[in-house]
């Protein structure tokens, strides 16, 4: 039974939420109103910047002709969706016979699986640079790739499998009664289902690959680098340089604010392999 | 019902992710132990000597390994008392009625989504810095004299800047952790007379528990491995005021080029990460069986 709320106590809830979410959401609220600004105005008191200057969009072209923005977001989605999509490949048979033939294993097979992401990745980080280093992987996109798919492989594995779980197992007999073959089960079957969970599982992933700012930081310099490692290089003395600053950052951060808005719900089951549903 | 052929099909699909894994995890780990024994600079070449307990002598007695401990602790525990609360704060406010919820619910979550490189150039530059930025601004309008954040109190400042990005996550999983909570359960009480206090403390706070103890298991683990945040504003200074275990590994393996001492560290690090993940993995593994 839902209560009755009166709109006085919505309203003040309203007030008081809405107050804190703003100063919580300021900062790229912040970075987008700067984003427009010149670079002189930018520098303001911050008053005189909301109410006494005019718009402009010379930061972005700015950022574009400076840096060559678009070869590091290029590199961004190819790394991020196709180390997703690669992890994809390797996850949805792993997923699939866990969920549906498990055996006694099953659950140390995948307990095993998400202890492998519990690896701090500086622990490991020399011999992954020296490995990349003699097999000519440093600064390349396959390499980051390679290395993005493999820390993010437990939590796809991980997320499709609890949606494989919730897939009722007596319709994947009912079409192998059928005579469907192995293929076809779940090509036909299976994946119809399971693209909502599928779904969800790519948008979270690309998520993580595009924000992951430790081997992406340290494995690439100038060809590979991804936005996370471009911003990084604004840290001096480009900083000082709030307008092109604003305008660069938005433009990473803003692809990925989007998808996050739509996954929120399976964040909270891929960030926490199924702890909290 | 498996069929035997259904089980050899089950065991080559699952093949190929197990065989990656378990190379992604063995062949590094190897090297990194076998490394963290000899004596191995990139800067000198030639033969690698084995050194026995060395590396791991030379960096546990080396001043700035406890600075590191001692800042990875105080990062790790700010953090988390400054997103657990808050989280706790945020969730019960954000699951109470009120208009526009989703819009509100969106702009706290953003934080989240946003790359710690572009977060930490953000604050560092347009909030902290006390000549341009917002802070220094309000401080000055209001006579004050403006902090100049990474010289005074630069271990905060990054402690911000991090909880900036994981108050949020800490508010979604305990938000949806609140929502599963059986409201009938708080009416019930509340008819029974039980103030607001007496409903949070001995019905809202035990069901979230499990959700908090998630919240910290899992922040840890990536708290651990701070790195971006500090590579941006700091560089780990002043001095090795902002120094943390993971920032001290990255200076002797990739800076001073001391494979050695960085692979000592870098065992050092997983046997930490390891402690907390033993909790978090017994957690995770009690749910699977429920």
């Keep these: ?5 009166s709109t006085r106590q919505k309203s003040i809830n309203t007030a008081i939420a809405g107050t804190l979410a703003l100063l919580m959401f300021f900062p790229i609220l912040w970075i987008t109103i700067l984003s427009f600004k010149t670079e002189e105005d930018a ?3 911050p008053l005189e910047i909301l109410f006494g200057t005019g718009w402009t969009t010379e930061s972005f072209a700015a950022v574009q ?4 923005y678009f070869k590091h977001f290029t ?10 999509i690669l992890g994809l490949m390797i996850a949805i048979p792993a997923a699939w016979s866990m969920a549906f033939v498990p055996t006694k294993n099953t659950k140390n097979v995948l307990m095993w699986m998400l202890s492998t992401k519990m690896l701090p990745p500086v622990g490991v980080l020399v011999p992954i640079y020296l490995i990349f280093r003699d097999f000519g992987l440093l600064d390349t996109r396959f390499g980051l790739t390679i290395v993005l798919m493999l820390m993010n492989l437990p939590i796809i594995i991980w997320m499709l499998y609890t949606y494989f779980k919730e897939i009722p197992g007596e319709i994947l007999e009912a079409a192998r009664m059928d005579g469907a073959t192995l293929r076809e089960e779940v090509l036909y079957v299976l994946t119809p289902m399971a693209i909502p969970g599928m779904a969800s599982t790519v948008l979270l992933n690309i998520i993580l690959a595009w924000n992951e700012a430790f081997w992406t930081l340290n494995l690439t310099a100038a060809n590979a680098a991804p936005l996370t490692a471009f911003i990084a290089s604004y840290s001096s003395p480009e900083g000082l340089f709030y307008a092109k ?11 990925i604010l989007i998808m996050g808005w739509f996954s929120q719900k399976q964040l909270v089951r891929g960030l926490t392999f199924g702890a909290v549903k | 019902m498996s069929t035997k052929a259904s ?11 197990v065989a990656l894994l378990l190379m992604w995890m063995i062949v590094p780990l190897v090297m990194t132990v076998y490394f963290s024994f000899l004596r191995y600079n990139l800067l000198s070449p030639g033969d690698t000597p084995w050194t026995g307990w060395d590396n791991y002598y030379w960096f546990v007695t080396d001043p700035s390994f406890q600075d590191a401990i001692w800042n990875t602790l105080r990062l790790v525990g700010g953090i988390l008392l400054i997103t657990v609360l808050g989280g706790i704060g945020f969730a019960l406010l954000l699951d109470r009625p009120m208009f526009g919820t989703g819009v509100i619910r969106i702009m706290v979550i953003a934080p989240f989504f946003v790359m710690p490189t572009v977060s930490a150039l953000v604050w560092k530059n347009m909030f902290f810095n006390p000549v341009n930025g917002v802070f220094g601004n309000i401080a000055k309008s209001l006579g004050f004299q403006p902090i100049d954040f990474f010289a005074q109190i630069p271990l905060l400042s990054i402690v911000i800047i991090v909880s900036w990005m994981w108050l949020p996550f800490a508010t979604l999983i305990l938000l949806t952790a609140l929502q599963s909570l059986d409201q009938e359960q708080l009416e019930a009480a509340e008819m029974d007379g039980a103030g607001w206090w007496n409903r949070f403390w001995y ?4 069901h979230l528990a499990r959700a908090i103890t998630v919240v910290i298991l899992i922040q840890t683990i990536f708290l651990l491995s701070i790195f971006a945040e500090i590579l941006v504003t700091t560089n780990g200074g002043p001095g090795t005021a902002t120094t943390n275990l993971t920032y001290l590994i990255y200076v002797s393996s990739l800076l001073q080029f001391d ?17 907390v993940a033993i909790f978090l993995m017994r957690m995770i593994g009690k749910n699977l069986d429920a």
């Design chain 1, 1 to 5: 039974m839902a209560r009755a709320v």
């Design chain 1, 43 to 45: 520098i303001r008191a």
């Design chain 1, 65 to 68: 002709a400076r840096s060559d």
């Design chain 1, 75 to 84: 590199n961004s989605v190819i790394i991020s969706v196709g180390s997703t």
């Design chain 1, 245 to 255: 600053l604003s305008a660069a950052s938005i433009m990473a951060i803003a692809p």
């Design chain 2, 7 to 17: 089980r050899s099909a089950a065991r080559l699909m699952i093949s190929p992710a």
């Design chain 2, 203 to 206: 019905i809202m706070m035990p």
């Design chain 2, 259 to 275: 494979v050695g001492m960085g692979s000592a560290g870098g065992v050092i690090a997983i046997i930490l990460a390891n402690i």
